[in-house]
């Protein structure tokens, strides 16, 4: 056996120890099940074994349990970290379903729901449905080899349980959701098992088996702190993040994570903005940028061209504060930052909400432009990793007063109300699920 081949067996043995006392239920059962995207016609279904093996699901509907589907089978390999995708595409707009795990043709048994849901067919019918959604970054596992020295940095992983009690539809992950230490950086093996050890906490493992999860990545689950387009392995950690994650898409022509997906009647627009980022510290680059041409391209034409009442941005960084500190977009790329608002004011675009996280603080920005459309900014960090501020670094001429929050936090989106009259109400939660503030977006896109 390769040199490389030792380690990487010595180190997914040491993760396998992780989720023991959760994921005994299975001897070959690593992490998952989870739900990827849901639309009307399929649904896609994750999991990860911890050996080759042949994976598969079975599905039915709730109101008729006897009448069983099955996926077809995947192969796990460990090139891709022993990780299966499988396709329900015998489901029925607005059901739901209950499935289960099949390994080697034998069903899992696991101690809580497997359960998900088809998007409703409303349109030219009735209102679209209310729906709920989480939302939260920078959710950090510790891993006491390899994190440095000192006070472990990750801490409060019962907020995984708190966010499943809200029973959301959707789980966005706004980036920062797997933490690469120094060993993890620069190797396919040290991804894996990264994101392996992460996504194996015994905590998490309801929340994936129940509700549609979609995610973009920041500098920590791409590569090295505050990475950007320089870094040389960033086709491996694309792979690496396929892998794991079930978004409908990946990049635009296959470079990046860039995404699209809409549940409902509100659209989601989820950004890379790692892979065409121009270095930091380059001030003398030309064309700085931190989307990419043709990212920038493709989301200002999107956004135009959507009729929907709330259009989410989903993006690593900070877009609308007015601090220049860290890599908020503002201090960085201020001329990109400028050009997609000034789109926004030119094109008449309402709706526009960014989901932004990385900061270790939640807040809420809001900003009215000339046109009299408001625009906001919902930045929540983090789920489990290190949480500060500082009166530095906090600043912020768009903050809405009373939402600054420096604990570990995650927020609930619910969307509701007739068609020509839809509201988005924010919610942020503690650890435990304790509310911390409300706002609530109203059809005037003005906050109530």
Request: charged share 20%.
């Amino acid at each position: 056996m390769r040199l490389q081949d030792l380690c990487f067996t010595f180190l997914m043995g040491t993760v396998l120890l992780f989720p023991a006392s959760a994921l005994a239920q299975h001897k070959n059962l690593q992490s998952g099940p989870m739900v990827g995207y849901t639309d009307m016609m399929e649904v896609l279904l994750w999991a990860q074994t911890k050996s080759e093996a042949t994976v598969a699901f079975e599905y039915w509907e709730k109101t008729a349990p006897k009448n069983v589907f099955k996926t077809d089978f995947t192969r796990t390999e460990k090139g891709s970290g022993y990780t299966a995708k499988c396709i329900a595409d015998k489901v029925l707009p607005g059901r739901d379903y209950q499935y289960r795990l099949l390994i080697d043709n034998k069903q899992v048994t696991l101690p809580y729901p497997t359960v998900f849901k088809t998007q409703t067919l409303w349109q030219w019918r009735t209102d679209p449905p209310a729906f709920s959604m989480a939302t939260g970054s920078c959710a950090y596992t510790n891993d006491e080899p390899f994190d440095r020295p000192g006070k472990p940095y990750g801490s409060e992983s019962q907020i995984f349980t708190a966010i499943h009690a809200k029973m959301p539809d959707v789980m966005l992950w706004l980036g920062d959701n797997v933490y690469l230490r120094e060993v993890d950086w620069f190797t396919k093996t040290g991804m894996l098992y990264r994101y392996t050890q992460a996504r194996s906490h015994p905590e998490l493992q309801p929340l994936l088996a129940s509700t549609s999860h979609y995610a973009i990545w920041d500098d920590h689950d791409f590569g090295t702190n505050d990475s950007d387009g320089t870094f040389v392995h960033k086709e491996k950690a694309q792979e690496v993040f396929e892998n794991f994650w079930g978004n409908p898409t990946f990049g635009l022509n296959n470079e990046g994570i860039t995404t699209f997906f809409q549940y409902a009647d509100v659209e989601y627009f989820l950004l890379d903005d790692r892979y065409f980022r121009t270095a930091n510290r380059c001030e003398s680059c030309p064309e700085r940028t931190m989307l990419g041409e043709k990212q920038l391209e493709w989301l200002k034409s999107a956004l135009a061209a959507s009729y929907a009442p709330f259009k989410i941005i989903a993006c690593g960084g900070q877009v609308l504060t007015t601090n220049k500190a860290a890599e908020t977009y503002i201090n960085l790329y201020p001329a990109e930052r400028d050009s997609i608002l000034a789109h926004i004011e030119r094109e008449d675009i309402k709706g526009v909400i960014f989901l932004t996280g990385d900061r270790h603080f939640s807040e809420l920005s809001a900003m009215q432009n000339k046109r009299g459309n408001w625009v906001y900014d919902l930045t929540v960090s983090p789920l489990s990793a290190g949480a500060y501020t500082s009166a530095a670094e906090t600043t912020n001429d768009h903050r809405v007063p009373g939402t600054l929050v420096a604990q570990h936090n995650f927020a609930m989106l619910n969307f509701s109300g007739p068609r020509k009259s839809r509201e988005m109400k924010m919610e942020l939660f503690d650890s435990n699920g304790i509310p911390l503030w409300t706002r609530t977006i109203g059809p005037d896109g003005a906050l109530k």
